[in-house]
């Protein structure tokens, strides 16, 4: 069974450092990655997914097979990212979920 | 575009009763899929439709069960309330629910069981 393992469940961070989400995953297949977001009295919104290899908000995250992670980076936080971040996996038609971190990016 | 629209927003029920709720996805929309999300246990997976056909059914009692009618509209029903059952429910939406697709989420539906 696929499991999505948020470690951090809160990060504190000052505005402009950079901050890392980690993510670890166990699938036995090839995974389909994503990272969600959840800004304060916002719905659930997609932030990124593998498969787009894309930068979105300053963000990036790379899939690392041998090591079953996808971290999201971001070099300079800023205040507009504090937010709870979920790590999912898509399998089967339907999405598992990490725990989730909440990051405060303080000024 | 309109997103996906949940209804209703807040429900109140005591145990033992049922409670429907129901989910409009995005326009063109053919997938639905439904979410618990609690403090406790995070976001899971309940099930998840495609031209009225349930596709993949998460780990939850039998109470729980769910449909989607001709216009992708979907409703979730649980039935038996539980004070367990006590969450926020999220409905999502996507195109056709490939892997790779992304997902489209609804405010939800807060269910408070007393």
Known sequence: ?107 | KAGVTQTPRYLIKTRGQQVTLSCSPISGHRSVSWYQQTPGQGLQFLFEYFSETQRNKGNFPGRFSGRQFSNSRSEMNVSTLELGDSALYLCASSLGGQMNEKLFFGSGTQLSVL
């Open chain 1, 1 to 107: 069974a696929q499991r999505v393992t948020q470690p951090e469940k809160l990060l504190s961070v000052f505005k402009g450092a950079p901050v890392e989400l980690k993510c670890n995953y166990s699938y036995s297949g090839s995974p389909e990655l994503f990272w969600y977001v959840q800004y304060s009295r916002q719905r659930l919104q997609l932030l990124l997914r593998h498969i787009s290899r894309e930068s979105i908000k300053g963000f990036t995250a790379d899939l690392n097979k041998g090591e079953t992670s996808f971290h999201l980076k971001k070099p300079f936080a800023q205040e507009e990212d504090s937010a709870m971040y979920y790590c999912a996996l898509h399998s089967d038609y339907k999405l598992s979920f990490g725990a989730g971190t909440t990051v405060t990016v303080r000024a």
